[in-house]
């Protein structure tokens, strides 16, 4: 079992960096692809950015990519996104998610969720 905690979402000017942290307990972390997902007010949860277990590969939705980076650290049992050149329409609950067997951008595919973290771009 995987509990994830993620921190670090806030209010940040459109154009402006924020960084999320998703801590996650026990020590089986390093088995687990990793990703990040999102929801905005009245719409489905969408997927964001996954890594494999290594850290060796990942991939990013389309309306992310070249401004989001998603990273992990094993020792540290934690995932990172980086978020860049922030724009009003990225403003949703983000939320971290662990999956024991796929390394996916569907929901369905994961096992574990963190509670989520609200992320707010002024226009």
């Known amino acids: 079992q995987v509990q994830l905690v993620e921190s670090g979402g806030g209010l940040v000017q459109a154009g402006g960096s924020l960084r999320l942290s998703c801590g996650a307990s026990?020590?089986?972390?390093?088995?687990?692809?990793m990703g990040w997902f999102r929801q905005a007010p009245g719409k489905e949860r969408e997927f964001v950015a996954a890594i494999t277990w290594s850290g060796g590969s990942t991939y990013y939705a389309d309306s992310v990519k070249g401004r989001f980076t998603i990273s992990r650290d094993n020792a540290k049992n934690t995932v990172i996104l980086q978020m860049n050149s922030l724009k009003p329409e990225d403003t949703a609950v983000y939320y971290c998610?662990?999956?024991?067997?796929?390394?996916?951008?569907?929901?369905?595919?994961?096992?574990?969720w963190g509670q989520g973290t609200q992320v707010t771009v002024s226009s």
């Open positions: 026990g020590r089986t972390f390093r088995r687990y692809h």
């Open positions: 998610a662990a999956s024991a067997r796929y390394y996916s951008d569907s929901r369905g595919g994961y096992d574990y």
